[in-house]
């Protein structure tokens, strides 16, 4: 299993500014993956981030909105740019265990943003 | 039409009763189903896992799933106040790097 520790666990920031949330892992993972939980929707896939390559980014998501770093294979951020209250959501990182024909994805505690 | 149908609930049901959950799917292709357990201000955490058609049984937990029909159910038995999550179904393709598509998680409540 991996344990994943992200932040910050919650903020609330002004419309215009941006907010970087961090993810760290306690082992090496080749994928790192960012995933918005709006209220009432399903958790929907932004990016998948890739150590030493640029992120890939799902449809309706852009890396001038949501720029992604992935420096090493324990650590990634995602940062909200430009924020508008559209954005106020739940944040959640998460690394997948690929070991035989049994991937599970294991999730952070989630960063809880509000944009006023 | 979504590729993952779940209805959000919210499902309140008394201590000791036998909750069903259920997921539909438009995509044959997916073949690996999970249900996911979200408490509040917690991350999801795979609950359980399986593949293929037919009932796998962890404790209190069945998951089922109907490949013909495209549908997938985790029942939970002598459910309990701990209970009290969102549950999530997901599922995917293959195994790794195709990504998950999740349901929009039902809120279950169990009353003591």
């Known amino acids: 299993s991996a344990v994943i520790s992200q932040k910050p666990s919650r903020d609330i920031c002004q419309r215009g500014t941006s907010l970087t949330i961090q993810c760290q892992v306690d082992s090496q993972v080749t994928m790192m993956f960012w995933y918005r939980q709006q209220p009432g929707q399903s958790l929907t896939l932004i990016a998948t981030?890739?150590?030493?390559?640029?992120?890939?980014?799902e449809s309706g998501f852009v890396i001038d909105k949501f720029p992604i770093s992935r420096p090493n294979l324990t650590f990634s951020t995602l940062t909200v740019s430009n924020m508008s209250p559209e954005d106020s959501s739940i944040y959640l990182c998460?690394?997948?265990?690929?070991?035989?024909?049994?991937?599970?994805?294991?999730f952070g505690q989630g960063t809880r943003l509000t944009v006023v | 039409q979504k590729e993952v149908e779940q209805d959000p609930g919210p499902l309140s049901v008394p201590e000791g009763a036998i909750v069903s959950l259920n997921c539909t799917y438009s995509?044959?292709?997916?073949?690996?189903f999970m249900w996911y357990r979200q408490y509040s201000r917690k991350g999801p955490e795979l609950l359980m896992y399986t593949y293929s058609s037919g009932n796998k049984e962890d404790g209190r937990f069945t998951a089922q799933v109907d490949k013909s029909s495209k549908y997938i159910s985790l029942f939970i038995r002598d459910s309990q106040p701990s209970d009290s999550a969102t549950y999530l179904c997901?599922?995917?393709?293959?195994?790794?790097?195709?990504?998950?598509?999740f349901g929009k998680g039902t809120r279950l409540s169990v009353i003591a």
């Open positions: 981030a890739n150590q030493g390559s640029e992120a890939t980014y």
């Open positions: 995509n044959s292709a997916f073949q690996y």
């Open positions: 998460s690394v997948e265990d690929g070991r035989g024909g049994n991937t599970e994805a294991f």
């Open positions: 997901a599922m995917r393709s293959y195994s790794g790097n195709t990504p998950l598509v």
